[in-house]
Each structure stands twice: as structure tokens, then as C-alpha cells.
């Protein structure tokens, strides 16, 4: 004899699927256990302490449903929170990790860097949005600790750049030629804030930096 399965019936040319869940949930729970309760031997019920145990079963995980209901709650309020702070920062000055500048009216155009250790020498490289090289410039004797080497808006040749966005490139070593680890910093002015995936953005010109990144805010001197 053979037996249709639930997943598949076809019923006059027309298959029907039955979606069958895989999981219970407490209402299951509940269910299961009025129906030992209404179909238990009278002569022979329950026994009381596996009675208790499975009722203390219950119970922790209707707890632990409203405690999974919560967390869910407050994610959405600490979420709104970060937003409202986020929407905060327009108008603001931030500095956060990253080695994209902006370069404006042919003005001096700072680097921002932290040092782990002393340095002997520190060179900037900066490179077009398409990643060529525009130019290289150096200083000497620099301490740990965060600096800023400004870049004067010319190329290799001594040419004026063209405005735009550019990154550069921070190399370090110490008196023995030895690497030194450098970390690059962006600044700029929020213009706005985006929300995307769950992440926060904020826009300085056509850059994006999340909000994760940012470590410090100011007051923006043009207010």
C-alpha cells in the first residue's frame, strides 16, 4: 500500500503544497500538556513531580519569550536614540578613521595621522580618486601621537591640483629603518545623515563614513 506524503498531494491536476512548520512555540507547548492532562490514565495519572517539573518547563520558557519580546524593544528604542544623535551631528565637524581629503580653492590641505611610536622620518603620499599618484612630501622627528602634515595643493611637478576628493598614504620608521604602524584620520563637516542596513551614515561632501568610525565632534568654525 502505498502512502501519499503531506508535502506533495496532487488533487485532480492541481498540486497543493502544505507548508508544515518545524517549530513550537508556547501555545504548542501548552497544547501538549492539556492534552496528557485530559487523556491520562485515571488510574494511573501523572506523576506529580514530572507534573511540576514540566509546568516549571513552561513557565521558563514563556519567560524567556518575553525576554526575547524585550531585547526586541529595546534594539528599536536604543536604535531611535542613535538615530536622534546621528541627526545631531549636521552642521558638525567630526574626525573619524580614514585617509580621504578634499581638496578646495587650491588651500593647504591637512593629513591627519597618530604615530604608535617615535618616528625619524614620515612620508605622505597622496593619490587621486582614481588611485595615481599626485605627489610626496616628508617630515622629520615626529614623537607618538596624533600630527598633521599639511599638503600644499600642488602635484610632483609643482603644479596645481585639480579640486576634489583624494586620499593619501602614511609611511613611518623609526632611526633603525624599522616600520612604524600609523593610523590615517578623515575630517570634514556633516552636510547630512543616511540610514542604511541598520547603519548609520554621515555625509561629508561625497564622503560616507559610518557612524562607528567617527571619534571626535566640534563645532564647525564656519557657524
Known sequence: MSITGLDSVTTNGTELSVIQSKTLDKDDFLNLLITQLQHQDPLNPTDSVEF????????SLEQLGNVN???IQLQ???????????ISLIGKDITA????IRLSGGNPVGCDFKLKEDAAV??????????EFVKSFESKQLTSGQHTLYWDGTDQQGNRAADGTYTFEILAADADGRDINTTAFFS????????????????CGDQKI??????EVAASENL
Open 188 to 203: 570634514g563637516t556633516v552636510d547630512k545623515v543616511t540610514f542604511e542596513n541598520n547603519i548609520t551614515f554621515a555625509i
Open 122 to 131: 614620515v612620508v605622505v603620499n597622496v593619490y587621486n580618486k582614481t588611485g
Open 97 to 100: 578613521k580614514g585617509n580621504t
Open 52 to 59: 511540576t517539573a514540566q509546568l516549571a518547563q513552561f513557565s
Open 210 to 215: 559610518a557612524l562607528g568610525d567617527v571619534i
Open 76 to 86: 528599536y528604542f536604543q536604535a531611535s536614540i542613535n538615530n536622534s544623535q546621528a
Open 69 to 71: 519580546d524585550n531585547l
